[in-house]
Nanobody, 132 residues
């Protein structure tokens, strides 16, 4: 069974940091682009970031640029989203998604506005709460 499992969410004060992990099981991430979405209460799910299969291209939502960083360790079948200087407006459930596409420039050409359900696979999400 192909699965993505997110972890690392939690409660953090404004200005704090969290590192989210997305682990793949049942398949290897080598040829998959990975994205992160988030959904705040009462709002639509939005694309936050994307990293191509070998990490050559990446993209970030303007609201998180300079604060969030994606990285991947294909040997561990894991993608990480490092989130620094968190703000209350970052509060949301965060989901990772995957698409089998080895194209190096995938995240340059595919917009973050691409619908969540267009990706091949998605996880169950992890809650991030930023509050004093």
């Amino acid at each position: 069974q192909l699965q993505l499992v997110e972890s690392g969410g939690g409660l953090v004060q404004p200005g704090g940091s969290l590192r989210l992990s997305c682990v793949a099981s049942g398949f290897t991430l080598d040829d998959y682009a990975i994205g992160w979405f988030r959904q705040a209460h009462g709002k639509e799910r939005e694309g936050v970031s994307c990293i191509s299969s070998r990490g050559k291209s990446s993209n970030y939502l303007d609201a998180v640029k300079g604060r969030f960083t994606l990285s991947r360790d294909n040997a561990k079948n894991t993608v990480y989203l490092q989130m620094n200087n968190l703000k209350p407006e970052d509060t949301a459930v965060y989901y990772c998604v995957a698409e089998k596409n080895p194209f190096a420039d995938f995240c340059t050409l595919v917009p973050l506005s691409r619908r969540y359900d267009y990706w091949d696979l998605g996880g169950q999400g992890t809650q991030v709460t930023v509050s004093p």
